[in-house]
């Protein structure tokens, strides 16, 4: 097996935001949700929770209230708009204004046509949803104080709505306040928050408030049936299940705290509202809870999104996935050794360090002789938030797009040795007539065409000049919905470009020729990286359930090794959670596949025999590699190292050196604000 250098880089500061909202979808199985600096993120949770898409958000911009409606999604915020988001191009569709303030919660009737809104102002707001439009309808009567949470009847006739130190009952059609649930105070002083409400089929509201308390109400006759003291600190949300027996509460105190709706004795038909269980595994302050299917799903404000297994099955009943994006922000120019990161309304290029020492020891820490150089900082027009960005072989180009349009840069290095290289942008400022945005980019490896995978489904291709670029041809999706593509490749040699869309479309196309080549089998599972082997025409596909596939485009079909691995395919490899990100070759053997998620890289030696279904190909409790050449049962194909956490980038150069760009937990942790402070056995 080979040995490489390692250029391990911990200097790319990517910070997570925290998750303000969470709402499913049954229909698609999607979750969408969103996060402080008002991005929005779409969940597969059919694909084993793939991060499939990012709609990015801006900084005057909050998401303060996501819903789905008839497949569509719909987020408002302080700016007191409701917006209908596309999904396909990932931008705003239609926008309309809630006119009472900014908006704080949001929801939906059960048959899916009107929206109700509530508001700074004290307004329900009703939204016209049919027609595939959103419509201002009316608004009921105004109260006092804020609304801060909501909730539709499934009569569809009652909406139930919490604010300061009340809950009220509304009739929908005369508009009128129909109850008003006074809550207690702890502190005279101090007023009680309804932070969050549901209400079942029955008429039992659920609310959770800022004194701690999850509270189960007759909203027949407005009386308190049971509550519970069940948080150390306010109850920022409360779900309940399809079946409406089973509620759960979280918020600034993270303990998830389980409710199910039993008969207080055997065979009685008497039921009551039991607090069964408490699960602690948020470090802070849980900001949104929602049941998906089987599983309840929570996110806050330490970024990790967790679900919970309500059925019992065979393994672990929960997980956690961390806030890492499926399309690496990290770009290296191989021949120049230059790395940029991407963040949201920047870009950094950073000069890779050097050192002339080598050694036989694995793991050795090599003296440098030059330390890496941060040579620019490029903001984007205007704080637009980038929505991908792409850097020539010798770095010698930029380009990134944002949802408006795609920019060009010429980038000149001069004196590229010396400690602080003299280094020079000009932005290219003509962009040719028909250009569109883009969702990914790429160079070819002259840095001579430009490729873009437009929002709009189509793949474009443009000729890269410092005064008038030209647009050569635009590559037309004939679907009957075209999807843009979340994946690019392109081929070492400029021949050929690869794009990949969320319905598995896989298609080859000819950048000299202009033509569309072939296009891949489609599969059930969606692509999550692909490359093209630099040797000869052979694309790699890794997808959502860890199937990997070899296509070669001259022969149409897939190749004799791709159709023996998934044969051979190995149990240990396919229960993992964590997706392929990023596929690259050794250039010391081109038959050495190098692939990685966040949690491990991995050599496939497609020399090499496929282990047995018995071989332990890593060990579970420590994720370390067990089988090392010559011990224990024997060479196989799978080269596992599980050093970096989290591992966001792996790029091999063209000598033998490896770039890891690794984001440890504790450092996108150490900025997090203090948590509630909690008293623990034994301090």
């Excluded at 929960?318 to 309304?345: E, T």
């Excluded at 490749?489 to 000299?512: E, Q």
Aim: glycine share 4%; hydrophobic share 35%; net charge neutral.
């Amino acid at each position: 097996m080979a040995e490489f250098r390692v250029h391990h880089i911990r200097f790319f500061e990517y910070v997570p935001k925290a998750i303000h909202c969470l709402a499913y979808e049954e229909a698609s199985e999607r979750l969408a949700l969103s996060r402080s600096d008002g991005s929005v993120e779409i969940w597969s949770i059919e694909d084993n929770w793939y991060q499939e898409k990012v709609l990015p958000g801006s900084a005057s911009s909050s998401v303060e209230a996501i819903v789905w409606c008839q497949q569509r999604l719909f987020t408002a915020g302080l700016n007191g708009d409701v917006t209908e988001h596309d999904l396909l191009q990932l931008a705003p569709k239609a926008s309309v204004s809630s006119n009472a303030g900014a908006v704080w919660c949001l929801t939906v009737n059960r048959s899916q046509t009107y929206a109700a809104a509530g508001t700074e102002e004290g307004c329900i707001v009703l939204f016209d949803m049919k027609d595939n439009s959103i419509q201002y309808d009316r608004a009921l009567d105004k109260q006092e104080g804020r609304i801060l949470s909501i909730a539709w009847h499934v009569g569809e006739e009652t909406i139930v709505t919490g604010s300061i130190d009340n809950i009220r009952i509304w009739n929908v059609r005369s508009g009128h306040a129909t109850q008003r649930i006074t809550l207690g105070r702890q502190d005279s002083n101090k007023e009680t928050i309804v932070w969050s409400v549901a209400v079942t089929s029955d008429m039992t509201i659920i609310s959770g408030d800022s004194r701690g308390k999850t509270s189960f109400w007759n909203g027949k006759q407005g009386t308190l049936i049971k509550h519970y003291q069940s948080h150390k600190a306010d109850v920022l949300s409360v779900c309940v299940n399809k079946d409406e027996d089973c509620v759960f509460s979280s918020g600034i105190d993270p303990s998830l705290v389980q409710f199910e709706y039993t008969p207080t004795q055997d065979e009685s038909d008497w039921k009551m509202w039991v607090r069964s269980s408490i699960r602690s595994q948020h470090t802070h302050d849980v900001r949104a809870v929602t049941f998906a299917g089987d599983c309840v799903i929570t996110g806050g404000v330490d970024c990790y999104l967790i679900f919970n297994q309500l059925e019992k099955r065979k393994g672990k009943m929960w997980r956690k996935i961390p806030a890492l994006p499926s399309m690496s922000p990290v770009h290296v120019a191989k021949a120049a050794k230059i790395v940029m990161f991407q963040y949201a309304d920047y870009l950094e290029l950073w000069r890779l360090g050097s050192t002339n020492k080598t050694s036989d020891k694995s793991g050795e820490i090599l003296p440098l002789k030059t330390n890496p150089v941060k040579l620019l900082q490029l903001k984007s027009k205007g704080g637009e938030t980038i929505v991908c960005c792409a850097l020539s072989d010798n770095a010698e180009w930029l380009a990134y797009s944002d949802t408006e349009a795609v920019r060009l840069y010429q980038i000149t290095i001069e004196d590229t040795e010396v400690i602080s290289p003299q280094i020079s942008v000009n932005r290219v400022r003509y962009s040719p007539p028909g250009t569109k945005p883009a969702h990914r980019l790429a160079f070819t490896r002259n840095a001579t065409n430009l490729v873009s995978a437009a929002s709009d489904g189509c793949v474009q291709l443009l000729a890269v000049d410092a005064v008038q670029p030209t647009l050569l041809h635009t590559f037309v999706n004939d679907a009957e919905i075209p999807e843009p593509s979340h994946l690019l490749a392109l081929s070492l040699d400029g021949k050929y470009a690869a794009t990949a869309d969320h319905s598995s479309n896989i298609h080859v196309y000819s950048i000299r020729k202009h033509k569309h080549v072939c296009s891949l089998p489609r599969y059930s599972a969606q692509p999550t990286a692909l490359a093209f082997n630099p040797e000869h025409a052979n694309i790699v596909v890794a997808y959502s359930d860890q199937k990997i596939v070899e296509y070669s485009v001259p022969g149409m079909e897939y190749t004799v090794w791709s159709r023996q691995f998934n044969k051979h395919v190995h149990p240990q490899w396919t229960r993992r959670h964590s997706k392929i990100t990023h596929i690259t070759f050794s250039p010391q053997n081109r038959d050495q596949i190098i692939l990685h998620d966040e949690q491990m890289f991995c050599i496939l030696d497609k020399t090499q025999p496929f282990p047995s279904p018995d071989t332990k190909l890593y060990n579970k409790s420590a994720w370390q590699m067990e089988c090392q050449p010559g011990q224990g049962q024997g060479q196989h194909c799978f080269h596992i190292c599980s050093k970096f956490k989290y591992l966001l980038y792996l790029e091999v150069l063209q000598d033998d050196w490896l770039v890891a760009v690794e984001r440890t937990p504790m450092a996108m942790t150490e900025n997090f604000p203090p948590s509630l402070k909690q008293k623990k056995f034994g301090t």
